[in-house]
Every structure is written in C-alpha cells, then in structure tokens.
C-alpha cells in the first residue's frame, strides 16, 4: 500500500469523516431509549412504619429519599448486575454479600456496594422505630458484659461512627465466638462478609442526615440513638443466641 505523508493521511481521514457524516445524516439515528432496570430478582422492601414516624427525630424527607430513592437504586443496580452476569443467577442476597471477592471480577465491585447497600439498608429500616429505651433481655447482658454500660456502649458506637472517615456504617457485632464488638466499615461493606452478625448499625452516610443536620454528624447519631428500635433488636438477639 502507497505510503501518505502526514498531511495527505489528515486530508484522507477528514474525507472519511466528513462521508461517514453526511451518510448518517441521510439515516438519522433513533434516540435510544433507557433500558429500564429488571424488575428482581431483589425487591424493596417496605418500610415498616410510616415515612413520619421518626419524627423529629429522622424527617419524613429524608426518610422518603433514602428509602425510596438511595435505597432503590441499590436494589435497582444489583439487579442489573445480575441481569448481566448470568452466574449470578439464583445466589441469594447474603450469598452475594459474604462471597463477592469470589465472584467475576466484573461483577465484584457492583455487587459489593449495591449488595451491601442492599442487604445494609434492609437490615437497618427494622431497627429503628420507637420501641424500648435500653436493651432488654439477653443483649442487656452482653451489652453490660462486654462494655461495663449502657453509656459507655453508646459513647464507643458513637466514637466509631464519628471516626468512619467519608462514608460507611458503624456497627454493634456478634463475632464467631459469641461475643460483641464494635466496628465500622466503609462504603457498602458489610459485616456479613468478616462472618461478623450484625446486631444494630448506624449509616453514617451523609445521604442519612444531611437535609436536617448538614455537616453535624454527632447531633444525627444522637438522633439516631433516640429512634433506635431496642425491643426489636433485643428481640433478634435473643432468637439468635
Ligand atoms: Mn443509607
């Protein structure tokens, strides 16, 4: 093939763009319509309790954003995931969660944030409500075992959720061995994946309190303390013991 110099090739291209153009303008392209995200296999799950009932505690707003926009894009996301790698059909969510790096390297990074915001969010809205004002029962026991008490439970859970740098989650645990721990973990990850079993956790991304506390997370964890659910958490720890 005849060599071009510099100058011929750039005239050369230009034509062939400039034919391609004018050959598309004859054959407009449609608009693409958005794929619209599968329908399952995961779903949202619906708050149980109004979008107020956290009042003034967690504003209706906020409530009605991260549930049903934050939280169903997690779920939204994860289900294309799966639509788009087939091997992952048929796994269960806590399958996915615990075992991501096992996953396609595709599919890892979509699958540990949307599978974490997913099982994450879905484990939290429970907890919250306006049930109990202290643990009760065998998690009173653990908590004061583990932790002297109650106060100085609440001033650690809250240490660590002051100190998630960016955004993440701290988290009250269950280790393997029975007893509790507290921990944080960034992003979307999940306890679940250390084999740690989640017992209460505080989302302390800023799309949780940013609307009514702005900048000030320990005024939002505070908050969060006063609507957390300690009936239904005692309740869960104690079917699990
Ligand atoms: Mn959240």
Redesign the pocket.
């Known amino acids: 093939m005849k060599h071009l110099g510099g100058a011929a090739s750039a005239l050369l291209l230009t034509e062939t763009l400039r034919a391609a153009s004018a050959q598309a303008g004859q054959t407009p392209t449609p608009t693409p319509v958005p794929t619209p995200a599968p329908a399952g296999p995961f779903t949202l799950p619906a708050l149980p309790y109004g979008y107020d009932a956290l009042e003034p505690s967690f504003d209706a707003e906020t409530m009605h954003l ?1 549930h049903d926009k ?2 169903q894009a997690y779920v939204n996301n994860l289900n294309a995931a799966v639509a788009a790698h087939p091997e992952l059909a048929g796994k269960s969510l806590d399958e996915l969660v615990i075992n991501w790096a096992t996953l396609p390297e595709a599919a890892r990074a979509a699958v540990r944030n949307n599978g974490g ?1 997913h099982a ?2 879905s484990f ?1 809205w429970p907890t919250l409500g306006k049930g109990g004002a202290a643990p009760s029962g065998e998690l009173a026991k653990a908590i004061d075992g583990k932790f002297g008490t109650q106060a100085a439970f609440q001033d650690k859970l809250t240490d660590a959720a002051m100190h998630v740098f960016g955004s993440g989650w701290a988290w009250l645990v269950k280790l393997p061995d029975g007893s509790l721990a507290i921990e944080s973990t960034p992003n ?1 990850d999940s306890p679940l994946t250390a084999g740690h079993t989640p017992v209460l956790g505080v ?1 302390v ?1 800023e ?2 309190y940013y609307l009514k506390y702005q900048n000030k997370r320990a005024d939002y964890v505070k908050a969060y303390l006063n609507v957390l659910n300690w009936d239904y958490v005692s309740g869960k720890f104690a079917e699990k013991a």
């Open positions: 991260h934050h939280h915001g994450n969010h939290w979307q989302d991304w799309h949780a």
